[in-house]
């Protein structure tokens, strides 16, 4: 089984500030990692994945983030915010082996408030 | 747009009735999977069907019950609802196999049980 944990629930940042929002995950088997954005009433958007190869994949609006296998995290990161990135980010890992089927688990998710 | 469409949108019903939530899935993708988004519990995988079988359950109670038709569409049955039971419902979409790289989420069913 798979666990994602995000450990901040909430992050304020000023506008054009840098933001890292962290996740850990725990698994027996590999796994993809996802990060997911929800913005306000709106469904499940992906920023960006990690499937294979390069540590450090980046991903849409301004987004990157760099997998870890040592320490097991998936970090996120922006050098610049905007005030249109608040909104409520999810980490997500995928098995890539089971019985046929490849759910994503969740983090608890990460509010990111940007300040003006 | 991820190409899956889930209807309705909204839903408002009153406890002990019984609602079925719609999601059809991105053309040419087999799998759907069903997720529960509440407060207090987050986001929290239901089930998963492929080609009209179901492929795994997670945390989905009794009360709740899912099917693939033919065409590939899928419905998820809530029934005796209860207060607790309002939260988004999603589905998501997915090529199958070691391959598969990402599920394509819908907009979401909110549902709200007075």
């Known amino acids: 089984a798979q666990s994602v944990t995000q450990l901040d629930s909430q992050v304020p940042v000023f506008e054009e500030a840098p933001v890292e929002l962290r996740c850990n995950y725990s698994?027996?088997?590999?796994?993809?990692l996802f990060w997911y954005v929800q913005y306000p009433n709106q469904g499940l958007q992906l920023l960006l994945k990690y499937l294979s190869g390069s540590t450090l994949v980046k991903g849409i609006n301004g987004f990157e983030a760099e997998f870890n296998k040592s320490q097991t995290s998936f970090h996120l990161r922006k050098p610049s915010v905007h005030i249109s990135d608040t909104a409520e980010y999810f980490c997500a890992v995928r098995a890539l082996s089971g019985a046929g089927s490849y759910q994503l688990t969740f983090g608890k998710g990460t509010k990111l408030s940007v300040i003006p | 747009d991820s190409g899956v469409t889930q209807t309705p949108k909204h839903l408002i019903t009153a406890t002990g009735q019984r609602v079925t939530l719609r999601c059809s899935p991105r053309?040419?993708?087999?799998?759907v999977y069903w997720y529960q988004q509440s407060l207090d519990q987050g986001l929290q995988f239901l089930i998963h069907?492929?080609?009209?079988?179901?492929?795994a359950k997670g945390n989905i109670l009794e009360r709740f019950s899912a099917q693939q038709f033919p065409d590939l569409h899928s419905e998820l049955n809530l029934s005796s609802l209860e207060l607790g039971d309002s939260a988004l419902y999603f589905c998501?979409?997915?090529?199958?196999?070691?391959?598969?790289?990402?599920?394509?989420f819908g907009q979401g069913t909110r549902l709200t049980v007075v």
């Open positions: 069907y492929y080609n009209g079988e179901e492929r």
């Open positions: 053309s040419g993708d087999l799998s």
């Open positions: 998501a979409s997915s090529v199958e196999g070691q391959g598969a790289t990402e599920a394509f």
């Open positions: 698994s027996s088997v590999s796994v993809y």
